[in-house]
């Protein structure tokens, strides 16, 4: 599977990187892209599992996430929380162990 981002201005120069739990340490303040299964969605604060099974809060989504598989673009706040920036929903047969072979 390979997933391309195009919009907002994202640059071969600059790309965005793609993360699970484990890595997304590394970006702290940076925009990153991750890819992940909704687990619980509350008065605006999303709980998703990412591909190697850690637990991140999504802040500030607008619009509605549909399915249960999400691309979340957004700003790395600590260790366990994502501020969107924007999302994309996938396939409910989106693969996770896939897309952590890939980051």
């Known amino acids: 599977i390979i997933l391309f981002r195009l919009s907002l201005g994202v640059t071969m120069e600059d790309p965005t990187p793609r993360v699970n739990f ?3 340490q590394r970006y702290h303040g940076k925009t990153v892209i991750l890819c992940c299964q909704i687990n619980q969605i509350d008065n605006g604060v999303v709980r998703v599992l990412t591909s190697d099974k850690g637990e991140v809060t999504v802040q500030g ?6 399915g249960r598989f999400v ?3 957004g700003t790395v706040v600590n260790p366990n929380t994502i501020k969107e ?10 693969s996770l162990d896939m897309y952590n072979e890939l980051v």
């Open 61 to 66: 989504g607008s619009s509605p996430y549909e």
């Open 85 to 94: 920036v924007d999302h994309t929903n996938l396939s409910d047969n989106f």
């Open 22 to 24: 484990e890595t997304m």
């Open 71 to 73: 691309e979340v673009l």
